[in-house]
């Protein structure tokens, strides 16, 4: 799994911890009843129709999944309330989990549903919706979407309204609404709108927080912690980006039960910053000391490449399940480096925070590798592959290996299994081919051998060494085609291929 794709995925998987909607198996169709002002999109008609608008948010959906059930009358709604904006605001919907419409999927880096994106521009420019999910709070956020990204300030009230409480105001500072500086702050606001609130002013009097005093263009973060605001004079949009995403993260994020803490622990967790968490039972013995020795570390290392932040373990349940830890870890200080590594320091004192992370910095830690048991017995055709047997059974095996990396709620790996039982099968009387599989949610995959970036994926290694990644047909005969075609040459016995079962 590539660097940006697993800070996605790390993402995604927390905001399916925050909000209880896990897609399950249902027998009423997801989008029963989306039958009215919805567009419905397909491989087919999917191209021409996103070409023809400015603005169209697509929904991509799967239709067993509970959650896109809850969204479709929501949804729905949304739309019909929308057709009578000025211009209308089209919302359309495209199964995702149709084997026609995989590559759109693929394309648009669908890994949790439903996922909303809003295209623009013909769809020349791409953006995750990050909104909420019912009805009139989607036709309030699309209104604004479709309004200009930054709004001219004219009034310290007019300030005071946009900033609100524990929210973040980017303001551009201007003596007047034209040139290069000015249209590059415009580039940003659109760029970052589903973000960020944007405005611009003429007068640095009407702001409540910096100096009023401005000789030049200027764009001012005002923000509800830390230091309160933050300037920058460089207008150059991707260093005008990276301003925005430090200056607009505290030193130290809080992740507890306060949903106003939530969008920063969003963005926490969608920085490609190495991750320093520290997990603490905010009732317990010595908190405020753990607090300030963290805090100072954080200041510390600002700008070093690693962010920061402490969780109640009250709250961050659901991440700890993720990641395979349990509540007598702590206090525990883990931290994910942006290559996938991660480090483990449990049960910890506040006097050990800032020497271990010292030891981090100097590459003195071993990694944490997150692993199920290796089975006791492994008799299956299938073999079952762990973290810890990795390396033993796939590349020091001395074997030709089809490795299947699969979720076990993944539908499409529902359907790949009885095909790979029955390639097994086929290959049970040579020695020198293996048919296994890991389980990708509860097993560390090294990011350096392999690229996983959705289930099911396979890959070949053969028994010189040669790595492989299978993307063909999920048929017997073409797995068993491609195995042959690619191993080693021993001895080969010819596999039985008498099933042809598709997935």
Not at 32 to 61: A, M, P
Not at 116 to 140: C, F, M, S, T, W
Not at 227 to 242: H, P
């Amino acid at each position: 799994m590539n660097i940006d794709s697993e800070f996605k995925l790390w993402a995604t998987l927390f905001l399916c911890m925050l909000v209880p909607f896990l897609c399950n198996a249902g027998l009423v169709s997801a989008e029963e009843g989306e039958h009215v002002r919805v567009l419905t999109l397909d491989h087919s008609n999917f191209t021409d129709i996103v070409s023809k608008h400015n603005f169209i948010v697509v929904k991509f959906y799967a239709p067993w999944c509970n959650f896109s059930m809850k969204l479709a009358p929501e949804y729905e709604k949304a739309a019909s309330i929308l057709s009578s904006h000025d211009p209308p605001v089209i919302l359309a919907k495209i199964d995702a989990n149709d084997e026609a419409n995989e590559a759109l999927a693929d394309k648009f880096d669908i890994r949790a549903f439903p996922t909303l994106k809003i295209l623009r521009n013909g769809g020349k420019n791409i953006q995750e919706y990050k909104g909420p999910h019912e009805a009139d709070r989607i036709v309030a956020y699309m209104k604004k979407q479709v309004a200009p990204a930054s709004v001219e300030i004219k009034s310290v009230e007019h300030a005071a309204s946009l900033i609100g409480e524990n929210k973040i105001l980017i303001v551009g500072i201007f003596p007047q609404f034209s040139g290069e500086e000015f249209d590059n702050f415009t580039a940003l606001a659109e760029n970052l709108r589903f973000d960020y609130k944007f405005g611009h002013t003429l007068d640095a009097k009407l702001l409540p927080k910096g100096g009023s005093s401005v000789d030049r263009p200027t764009v001012r973060l005002i923000k509800p912690f830390d230091e309160l605001f933050v300037d920058f004079q460089d207008f150059n949009v991707d260093a005008l980006e990276k301003f925005v995403e430090e200056a607009s993260l505290p030193i130290v994020t809080l992740f507890n039960k306060d949903p106003s803490n939530h969008p920063f622990v969003i963005k926490f967790f969608n920085s490609p910053n190495a991750k320093a968490m520290l997990f603490l039972n905010f009732t317990g013995d010595h908190v405020d000391s753990f607090k300030t020795k963290f805090h100072d570390v954080a200041l510390h290392n600002k700008g070093k490449g690693i962010s920061f932040l402490i969780a109640d373990v009250e709250a961050s349940q659901g991440p700890l399940e993720y990641f395979g830890f349990e509540d007598d870890l702590v206090p525990l200080l883990f931290i994910l480096k942006n290559d996938g590594q991660k480090y483990l320091k449990p049960n910890m004192k506040p006097e050990h925070i800032a020497p271990w992370l010292k030891q981090y910095a100097d590459g003195n830690l071993k990694p944490f590798i997150k692993s199920q048991p290796i089975p006791e017995t492994n008799i299956e055709p299938v073999k079952v592959v762990v973290a810890e047997s990795l390396h033993d059974m796939v590349f020091n095996s001395g074997k030709n290996v089809l490795l299947e990396f699969y979720a076990p709620w993944c539908g499409l790996c529902k359907k790949l299994a009885p095909i790979l039982e029955e390639v097994a099968v086929s290959f049970e009387n040579d020695t020198d081919v293996l048919i296994a599989k890991l389980d990708a949610t509860e097993n560390d995959i090294p990011s350096d051998n392999f690229e996983v970036q959705g289930y099911p994926t396979l890959y070949f290694k053969s028994t010189s060494g040669i790595l492989l990644k299978y993307d063909g047909n999920k048929t017997k005969e073409e797995i068993i085609d491609f195995i042959q075609k690619n191993r080693d040459q021993t001895v080969q016995v010819q596999p039985d291929m008498t099933v042809n079962d598709e997935l």
